[in-house]
């Protein structure tokens, strides 16, 4: 039983775009949701994570949005670079056990 | 600081063969874990170590896996014998304590053949 499911698996957005990856979750005791990048022959690195008492954290371009109710967090990136061409995973973790959704591929054109 | 080390980076062997992955995590790290990664998937947890105790192995194949942590420091995953399947990433990630963020290696990359 998948218990991540990350949407889109890929992603093709213009320089200065925005880019959007959605995650949804079944199990309602995760209570840690990291995203992470990796770039190709890399290890996954971590990019921000919210825990679920708040809606929303920025970093520079990067905002996650959670969504308690519907079980749903989303990740932003905003003014999108070719820089951030890469794969990004979602996770969610309960108990230091972490699930991993099967990541989005992101491409930026110039 | 280092990040978390791993070796060898690539690997290629003969099925039925043994093979044998390391690993030092950040220092100050207890909690380590081993991840495989097929291709255009997440990383799935193999096990997750708290010092030198093996605190969830439940998804770990015991018939042809075995890992270890010995003085809670570095860890070694091992393999035997290999099968085609096992042709993945091998991830290792340290993070301070099991509610924290994860720091990943560059992973082992293994094929079978």
């Known amino acids: 039983q998948q218990q991540v499911k990350q949407s889109p698996q890929s992603l093709i957005v213009q320089k200065g775009g925005i880019s959007i990856i959605n995650c949804a979750y079944e199990n309602t005791a995760f209570d840690y949701f990291p995203w992470y990048q990796q770039f190709p022959g890399k290890g996954p690195a971590l990019l921000i994570a919210i825990r679920p008492d708040v809606s929303e954290k920025k970093e520079g371009r990067f905002t996650i949005s959670f969504n308690k109710s519907a079980k749903q967090f989303s990740l932003h990136i905003m003014d999108s670079q070719p820089g951030d061409s890469a794969t990004y995973f979602c996770a969610a973790s309960t108990q230091g056990k972490s699930t991993f959704g099967d990541g989005t591929t992101l491409t930026v054109k110039p | 600081e280092a990040g978390v080390v791993q070796s060898p980076r690539y690997k290629i062997i003969e099925k039925k063969q043994p093979v044998a992955f390391w690993c030092n995590p950040i220092s100050g790290h207890n909690t380590l874990y081993w991840y495989r990664q097929n291709l255009g998937q997440g990383p799935e947890l193999l096990i997750r170590y708290e010092n030198e105790e093996a605190v969830d192995d439940s998804q770990l194949p015991k018939d042809r896996f075995s890992a270890e942590r010995l003085k809670g420091v570095d860890s070694t995953l091992k393999i035997q014998p290999a099968e085609l399947g096992d042709s993945a990433v091998y991830l290792c990630?340290?993070?301070?304590?099991?509610?924290?963020?994860?720091?990943f290696g560059p992973g082992t990359r293994l094929l079978v053949l």
């Open positions: 990630a340290s993070s301070p304590s099991a509610r924290s963020a994860q720091y």
